[in-house]
């Protein structure tokens, strides 16, 4: 508990900003809404997606399909950039969790205590874990909060926001866990944050290319954000297809088994 | 009882070398001073010992726990203060010290109360903003603070004031007398020779030499100026002296050997001067370096 409490106290300072910018993000974002909303605009804005081509605008996660006068897709065209920095920020928790103290020489005072890595390992995840169910938890608020006020009577957006929020925040699981992960191989020598940013916008770029070109479909599920993209949560009115879910589950629980191991041996190098 | 027991001990970084064959016994109750130049492998052996790094081949255990299946056991009695303080800088002293200490169970709040207050400790700064030597007695707080059976320091006078200094030898003395076993690294030979019972000498990964402080000393080699209106050549050769310099009935030289026999035949002139160095560390070990060539 010693160390859980310590962690994650760390932790709460990055928390409040990531959680501070997105909710203001998340305000500006739907302020616009009701201007959307009124017809005309929400016409000539249809009028101008109409003359993009399909592929560019699958590439931002529009279809021909999306009226952005309505609540709910106008917020799933939102959430997806919120689902960006998110999973952003997931994969920045995971891979500074043992190399930033490996870095700055932090962990040699972990070493020195009567802990185990098995207990480190643990505890640092658990904490990264909170951490970013937290950042979740705040931004669900701000969005029910903000669906509720800009929502007409008797509209109903709560199932289908749960589901679209259940899906981000397990592709967020994939990207903690896959750079908590990366975490016990880096060279302590390397940044983190640079890393998280490169993998997620590679994966990004892949799975873009996958919903552009036929031939690179495949690339797709190389990209968990695709996996969970708001917007089509929400066109197909489903949850998350299951061969998603099996992937991200499998991942989530490869990525943590390969730090438990990795970190077991590791040699400190300060 | 050993406290510390290594055989064989071996670490190389990929292919480069950290120790090798280490064999070394530190029985309970000593002052081990653990000596040698940069780079020779002293920070190695002492992570190797904590297991912050794993052994390539060779074993060690400290109170016959093996150190690297029974890690946490030995660091529950073992206190350990780093060379290079790398504490989290972010957090006040108190915290930081109270985090440390809800690692233990059953920490003698008063005793680290007067520890912070013995060395001067200045507990509601931040880490950040402390110097080397502050972060150095943070380190010695908490390294102290559970009564550990075994402490292990890592060059811990780098950096403090000789105030500082003096009052950590005496602590130290102090809980050597109760019992504590003391492991301390150095490449300062005279706070070695001050407190040490017995020294191991490492040189390039491998243990050159272990023994009694004053063995080693007496075979020490010393930088000597005598001023003298007499004429010391035939004596200073009685004793084996070589090679002296003379100039302005200063004479200059190097001694080798038991530092009585110099003191003695020096007694029957009469000296105007006299400097006696402390033989320098590169000395030292070329001293030792010498003789290990000799025998190969």
Redesign the interface.
């Known amino acids: 508990m010693n160390m859980y409490g310590f962690e994650t106290r760390r932790l709460l300072k990055g928390l409040l900003t990531w959680s501070a910018v997105v909710t203001l993000l998340l305000v500006l974002f739907m302020a616009f809404f009701p201007s959307m909303a009124e017809s005309g605009l929400a016409d000539l804005s249809k009028y101008k997606l109409d003359a993009l081509p399909p592929a560019v605008l699958e590439a931002f996660g529009l279809s021909v399909t999306t009226d952005l006068s309505d609540l709910l897709q106008y917020y799933a065209y939102i959430a997806q950039y919120i689902l960006m920095a998110a999973a952003i920020y997931a994969l920045i928790l995971g891979t500074s969790a043992l190399i930033k103290e490996e870095s700055e020489g932090t962990i040699e005072f972990l070493y020195a205590r009567p802990v185990s890595r098995l207990e480190i390992t643990t505890n640092k995840l658990l904490s990264i874990v909170t951490i970013l169910w937290a950042f979740n938890l705040v931004t669900l608020a701000a969005s029910v909060l903000l669906l509720h006020t800009f929502r007409d009577p008797g509209y109903e957006y709560l199932p289908l926001t749960l589901t679209m929020f259940s899906g981000m925040l397990a592709a967020q699981m994939v990207f903690l866990t896959v750079g908590f992960a990366l975490s016990t191989v880096l060279s302590r020598y390397s940044n983190p944050v640079t890393v998280g940013l490169g993998l997620f916008f590679v994966t990004y770029l892949l799975g873009a290319i996958a919903a552009v070109n036929e031939q690179l479909e495949w690339l797709k599920y190389l990209s968990p954000f695709h996996y969970v993209q708001p917007t089509s949560i929400l066109a197909n009115e489903v949850t998350i297809e299951q061969v998603y879910l099996h992937i991200m589950l499998l991942t989530t629980i490869t990525a943590i088994l390969f730090a438990y191991w990795r970190y077991r041996r590791k040699d400190l190098l300060i | 009882m050993a406290v510390i027991q290594t055989r064989g001990l071996t670490k190389y970084?990929g292919k480069s070398r950290g120790i090798e064959n280490l064999d070394l016994t530190v029985e309970e109750g000593e002052f081990f001073g653990f000596i040698g130049p940069n780079g020779a492998g002293k920070s190695t052996t002492i992570?190797t010992l904590?297991?912050?790094?794993?052994p390539s081949s060779g074993e060690a255990a400290i109170f016959g726990m093996d150190c690297v299946k029974e890690?946490?056991?030995?660091?529950?009695v073992t206190g350990?203060v780093?060379g290079?303080i790398?504490?989290?800088?972010?957090i006040r002293v108190r915290d930081l010290l109270s985090?440390?200490a809800?690692?233990?169970e059953n920490i003698d709040r008063p005793y680290l109360e007067r520890l912070c207050q013995e060395f001067e400790i200045e507990v509601d700064k931040k880490i950040g903003s402390l110097s080397l030597g502050n972060k150095k007695k943070v380190a010695i707080a908490q390294a102290l603070m559970h009564k550990p059976r075994l402490l292990i320091l890592d060059e811990p006078a780098n950096g403090l004031d000789p105030l500082i200094q003096s009052r950590l030898f005496s602590r130290l003395q102090e809980i050597n007398q109760d019992g504590t076993t003391v492991f301390l690294s150095s490449h300062n030979l005279s706070e070695v020779q001050r407190f040490c019972h017995r020294v191991g000498i490492i040189r390039e990964g491998r243990l050159i030499k272990v023994d009694q402080v004053d063995e080693l000393l007496g075979a020490a080699k010393r930088r000597v100026i005598v001023k003298s209106q007499n004429d010391l050549t035939r004596s200073l050769q009685e004793l084996g002296i070589k090679e002296v310099e003379v100039a302005d009935d200063t004479y200059v030289f190097v001694f080798e050997g038991h530092i009585d026999r110099l003191v003695k035949t020096l007694a029957e002139h009469s000296i105007d001067d006299l400097r006696i160095g402390e033989p320098s560390l590169d000395e030292q070990f070329m001293h030792y370096y010498e003789r290990e060539e000799d025998k190969s």
């Open positions: 970084y992570r904590l297991n912050f790094i794993y890690s946490t056991r030995i660091k529950a350990y780093p290079e790398n504490y989290y800088r972010e985090y440390a809800g690692y233990h």
